[in-house]
């Protein structure tokens, strides 16, 4: 076991009947924010549901916080889940839902009290803490469940599509939150299929899709791993003809288009960094004007469709 891993797994398999859930993964999370990423059905779930002990796996090993996971009372203490499902318990208050895991954590009745009201606290939800879960926007639902899920202090937490439904208010209060609470030394596991909100969080992420990793590691180095894939960049310009005859001479320009609205020239590049660094000098010398650039494979869910692919 990796002294510095918070979760690690070897050969980790999980199936249900004929269907894979989780397939041969081997990995080594390190403390700190860890997106996993995947579109729906990718894994993600069943995956957190094993390193949470839910699930037993069918085959391969799998430790956290440096202690096997399957039956095992007293990791669940050091640990807390935030669920993707929607809360069962819609009839409760926020208060006597929070109260209610305190409760199974062992602590007496002081202490779950002044627990759940610091917690509740916390996530922005102590105005609310007396109107049934029922009446929650979808926002306040998730922030009850995050409340649960720190209720017991939890070294680690596993946090499975917290940001799913959110409006923008919401989902930057979420976040906010979460960095936060990194701050305070706090390691998570994220997952998502929202990859922007992901790299609002973390550069660290893990890449799944049909129960395998595609890859592994911070942002930059999963774009290294596709440096030669072909990068489309958008431009605006005063003079769009003469932009394109300045650069189509360049060896990594594989083609220049145009686009539908005036002046939009679309730059297909194998070096979409030595691009970069040229265009200024470039336009310069020509003396052109570009009111616009970018790129819509300059970004995690680019590489991520061309992984995949």
Not at 16 to 40: A, C, K, Q
Request: net charge negative.
């Amino acid at each position: 076991m990796n002294n510095t891993a918070i979760v690690q797994t070897e050969n980790l398999s999980k199936w249900y009947g004929e269907v894979m859930g989780v397939n041969d993964v081997s990995l080594t999370i390190h403390p700190g924010i860890t997106g996993l990423l995947g579109p729906n059905g990718a894994g993600k779930t069943s995956l957190i549901k094993l390193m949470t002990g839910q699930l037993k796996p069918n085959k391969g090993t799998l430790k956290v916080l440096g202690q096997p996971v399957w039956n095992n009372p007293r990791l669940t203490r050091r640990v807390g889940y935030c669920p993707d499902i929607e809360l069962a318990y819609q009839f409760m208050s926020g208060f006597e839902f929070v109260t209610f895991f305190a409760t199974l954590s062992g602590y007496d009745k002081a202490e779950v009290e002044s627990r759940s009201l610091r917690v509740l606290e916390t996530v922005d939800m102590l105005s609310a803490k007396d109107r049934p879960i029922g009446s929650y926007s979808k926002g306040m639902r998730q922030r009850i469940k995050l409340a649960q899920a720190l209720v017991h202090e939890p070294e680690l937490l596993f946090l499975d599509e917290p940001l799913t439904g959110l409006d923008p208010v919401g989902r930057r209060h979420t976040l906010a939150l979460l960095s936060e609470l990194a701050e305070q030394g706090i390691s998570m596991v994220v997952s998502s299929h929202i990859l922007y909100e992901i790299e609002a969080m973390t550069e660290t992420i893990l890449l799944i899709h049909q129960g395998r990793i595609l890859a592994e590691g911070t942002i930059s180095d999963i774009r290294a791993l596709i440096d030669e894939h072909p990068h489309k960049v958008y431009l605006s310009a005063d003079e769009p003809r003469r932009l394109a005859q300045v650069c189509l001479p360049f060896e990594d320009i594989l083609s220049v288009t145009f686009g539908d609205e005036t002046g939009d020239v679309i730059l297909e590049t194998t070096k979409p960094d030595a691009f970069y660094a040229r265009l200024p000098q470039i336009l310069i010398e020509n003396k052109l004007n570009v009111s616009q650039l970018y790129s819509p494979d300059d970004n995690l869910s680019a590489v991520f469709k061309y992984l995949v692919g």
